[in-house]
């Protein structure tokens, strides 16, 4: 796993040219052709990746662990500098000019900066003054970050006192207090309990909303459908697809997913096959149309004892995921 603990990356200078307004939909980050390969390792980290992150949109760039996207984070930030491809940020050559590049680009990084001394009302404020914010919008606008996090309780708490996961929201509010032509956030809700994960999820959106184009990197399939416009699917370095949720999951429309568990699962009806299967458990994709007459079967199956349990949903991203993963696990083995 990587991270940057080196120095605070989402603190830009507080000179320096501001922001440029982006019109939504133009296009603030394009990268193009990435390849990273690190010394000494067999296989590229980041495989001929090229994403493109607009105004008013989140990007999302979902892959497990080790898929390559921090990797490509530290090169849109110019901590690491690309193998070859290209990377422009609000139009800026990122690659020759990562400082300048870097001035509208906020991150949040995987690995939280210490505020220790500070509260977390203190800590955004801060960083809303040094990036230049005018002192009462500061003020204002890191109330309404704390507010919509529902960290009230813990807004004037010394850092030493705080948890992981209000530092965690802690650090979004840091990066968003001021607004920033891309907002890269590096799996925020991490240690994030699930009921502020969805305050945190409507407040990504809503940066989206006030103009920037936001980076959310998460191994959170969930997160992904609850959050993003746009989706790469990254897998050991490569990009396995790209587009809407809704574009990605469009040849499962359509189609529900029986899930059976049981010691001694029973014959399927007619037409249907099981997508996995173990000896007690079975995942069968059902036409939609098939719907009710599948429930009258596996409610018959379970009075009768022959499945313990079993759930009807409609096919999700998640499947989409797993099926574009497992599909390229099976071409790679
Ligand atoms: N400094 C490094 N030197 C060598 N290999 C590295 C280095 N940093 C990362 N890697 C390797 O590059 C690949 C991609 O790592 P990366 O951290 O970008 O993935 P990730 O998708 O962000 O994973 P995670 O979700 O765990 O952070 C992994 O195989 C990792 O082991």
Not at 202 to 226: F, K, S
Request: glycine fraction near 8%; proline fraction near 8%.
């Amino acid at each position: 796993m990587s991270s940057y603990t080196s120095h605070p990356p989402h603190l830009p200078p507080p000179t320096g040219p501001s922001p440029s307004e982006p019109h939504p939909g133009n296009i603030v980050l394009e990268v193009s052709n990435l390849v990273k390969r690190y010394r000494r390792s067999a296989h590229p980290a980041n495989d001929d990746i090229s994403l493109t992150a607009r105004a008013g949109r989140v990007l999302g760039v979902l892959g497990h662990n080790g898929a390559g996207k921090t990797t490509v984070v530290n090169q849109i930030v110019g901590l690491l500098r690309p193998t070859s491809g290209s990377i422009r940020v609000g139009g800026i050559d990122a690659v020759a000019h990562p400082a300048r590049a870097r001035e509208i680009v906020a991150v949040q990084a995987q690995a939280n900066v210490p505020i220790t001394g500070l509260s977390p009302r203190k800590a955004v404020e801060l960083v809303g003054r040094i990036r230049g914010g005018e002192p009462s919008t500061v003020t204002r606008r890191t109330g309404e970050l704390l507010d919509a996090l529902d960290l009230g309780p813990w807004a004037d708490t010394p850092a030493e006192k705080i948890s992981g996961g209000i530092a965690r929201l802690t650090a979004f509010c840091m990066t968003v207090v001021q607004p920033s032509s891309l907002v890269i956030l590096d799996e925020p809700t991490n240690d994030v309990d699930p009921a502020r994960r969805r305050l945190l999820w409507a407040a990504i959106r809503d940066t989206a909303a006030r103009g920037a184009a936001v980076l959310l990197v998460t191994h959170n399939v969930r997160e992904a459908e609850r959050t993003v416009d746009d989706l790469v699917v990254l897998d050991r370095g490569r990009v396995l697809a790209t587009g809407t949720p809704a574009q990605l999951t469009a040849h499962t429309r359509g189609e529900l997913l029986l899930e059976l568990d049981g010691e001694h699962l029973p014959e399927l009806p007619h037409g249907l096959r099981a997508a996995t299967e173990t000896a007690a458990q079975a995942t069968v994709p059902v036409p939609a149309a098939r719907g009710a007459e599948v429930v009258a079967w596996a409610q018959a199956a379970v009075e009768q004892g022959q499945i313990e349990r079993f759930a009807l949903t409609p096919a999700s991203l998640e499947d989409t995921y797993l099926e574009l993963v497992g599909a390229g696990t099976e071409v790679a083995a």
